[in-house]
């Protein structure tokens, strides 16, 4: 059992470049979410997915975009890297319902643009 | 909007109790929780609460919530240099689904 794999674990882009963060979960999770990590600010959510098919914005949307076309799998897309996406980008799951539904994270994705 | 506040930096010595503080204020957040993340790893959680309840104990770990005050602790006891790592506390707004927003996290030195 894998959890949340992420890849790659470390990516160099340059200003303008594009790219694909890869995640997925063996724990048949109906919601996925990507967070990037900032210095002093937390986590901020960028998009997230209640199933396969259905995606939304989080709090930080603008220059990423998601699909979600199984189950299993949630990439998050840069469309036109900025230096202001460097960041540390964690994908996370767990089920849907009314319980606690504590996310599981992945390692995380380490981005540096320049 | 929900905003989490944390202290940003706690120093203990080895052996010590650690609290780490954590203010929210969406008053319809069902879910608190506490993260752990060691250098270079992900986010594994430490604990939760339900919003009904105002303290919950697992082995070193006590977390205390004041629901009025919208107040959120996480005490560990008898603080180990393992437990060196940064503490995110979140919480789940009512009504957000599994969103979670989490504080800038604090940051736990344990000196031996």
């Known amino acids: 059992n894998a959890g949340v794999t992420q890849t790659p674990k470390f990516q160099v882009l340059k200003t303008g470049q594009s790219m694909t963060l890869q995640c997925a979960q063996d724990m048949n999770h109906e919601y996925m979410s990507w967070y990037r990590q900032d210095p002093g600010m937390g986590l901020r959510l960028i998009h997230y997915?209640?199933?396969?098919?259905?995606?939304d914005q989080g709090e930080v949307p603008n220059g990423y975009n998601v699909s979600r076309s199984t189950t299993e799998d949630f990439p998050l897309r840069l469309l036109s890297a900025a230096p202001s996406q460097t960041s540390v980008y964690f994908c996370?799951?767990?089920?849907?319902?009314?319980?606690?539904?504590?996310?599981?994270f992945g390692a995380g994705s380490r981005l540096t643009v320049l | 909007g929900e905003d989490v506040e944390q202290s940003l930096f706690l120093s203990v010595r080895e052996g010590d109790s650690s609290v780490i503080n954590c203010t929210y204020t969406?008053?319809?957040?069902?879910?608190l929780y506490w993260y752990k993340q060691e250098p270079g790893a992900g986010l594994q959680l430490l604990t939760y609460i339900f919003s009904n309840m105002d303290m919950k104990q697992d082995q070193r770990l006590t977390v205390l919530l004041n629901k009025k005050d919208k107040h959120l602790s996480l005490r560990i006891a008898d603080t180990q240099t393992g437990d060196s790592a940064i503490y995110f506390c979140a919480e789940r707004p009512g009504g957000y689904g599994n969103k979670l927003v989490f504080g800038a996290g604090t940051i736990l030195r344990v000196k031996s």
């Open positions: 997915s209640v199933g396969a098919g259905i995606t």
């Open positions: 996370a799951s767990t089920m849907t319902g009314t319980g606690a539904n504590v996310l599981t």
């Open positions: 969406d008053s319809s957040s069902t879910y």
